[in-house]
């Protein structure tokens, strides 16, 4: 857990646990092709599942809602990996009750950013849809309707039933635009990973804070800004980094990422971007 103010707004950054990321299969590049990088891409690495609240005014904001479960796949399994307490456990431990949260951001509609948002039953698996299953009761649920369309629409299994259960507490906004929800937090539209992600701006006080999603994977991606991963579309990635970028220099803004340690902050006076760990 990592906690810092920002203005008048306190944030909290909550890992729900590390998952196997194979960066040279991410992005399609060879080990080999890149000297300077071998270390990074000849094996893969352990990455975070972030989650983001931020407490500003009256507003409980949490921005995905990962849980790690063996359900995620094989592919992101860490063999013999024990993961932390499970998001509802560290909010607690931050004095964050579920039932306080006001609104919950969905960056995008890929499993590990909304697995967390039933609470699982007995099996070990999500809940059947039932509204009371919710792990925030009383938060507006927001997704990219974009995502909704293209992905989450016709879901099956428990992705399904995630969504079922919000829309039966018609606790599900789907967002077609920018669209500030609270005094000083914006969501902003950012496709390119999926075609409906989305990230959020926070500003208190003269200070800005971008939780990004997976608008970038990994610092290796400043450095290298044609990477991108192999399911993404490139061109509406690289147009929504530039954005993202060009604000958050001009405001030299902290950023949080989906999949990333630390909290990242642009340098006017270089260009360049640090990483607070």
Do not use: C
Not at 57 to 74: F, I, K, M, N, Y
Not at 89 to 108: G, K, N, R, Y
Not at 224 to 230: E, G, I, L, R
């Amino acid at each position: 857990m990592h906690r810092f103010r920002l203005g008048s707004a306190t944030v909290t950054v909550l890992n729900a646990g590390d998952i196997r990321a194979d960066l040279a299969e991410w992005y399609g590049v060879r080990a080999a092709d890149w000297p300077q990088y071998r270390g990074l891409l000849a094996q893969p690495i352990a990455v975070p599942m972030n989650a983001v609240h931020i407490a500003l005014g009256g507003a409980s904001v949490l921005v995905d809602a990962p849980r790690w479960h063996v359900t995620l796949g094989e592919d992101f399994i860490i063999p013999g990996y024990i993961p932390p307490p499970d998001l509802p456990a560290q909010l607690q431990d931050a004095d964050i009750t579920p039932e306080s949260i006001t609104h919950v951001i969905i960056t995008h509609a890929h499993f590990d950013h909304f697995n967390g948002l039933l609470l699982p039953s007995p099996g070990g698996r999500g809940g059947g849809g039932e509204g009371e299953n919710l792990t925030f009761p009383n938060a507006w649920h927001y997704i990219g309707r974009a995502d909704w369309e293209a992905k989450l629409r016709d879901g099956e299994g428990e992705a399904q039933a995630i969504f079922a259960a919000l829309d039966a507490r018609n606790q599900l906004m789907r967002v077609a635009r920018d669209l500030p929800i609270a005094d000083g937090i914006t969501i902003l539209a950012a496709p390119g990973e999926t075609p409906g992600h989305q990230i959020v701006r926070v500003q208190s006080q003269g200070q800005t804070l971008f939780v990004i999603g997976d608008l970038y994977h990994h610092e290796v991606e400043f450095a290298q800004p044609d990477w991108h991963v192999t399911w993404a579309d490139a061109a509406a990635n690289r147009l929504s980094q530039v954005l993202f970028v060009t604000a958050g220099m001009a405001e030299q803004a902290r950023f949080v990422a989906g999949h990333i340690r630390g909290v990242g902050q642009f340098q006017r006076a270089t260009n360049e971007v640090v990483w607070q760990h």
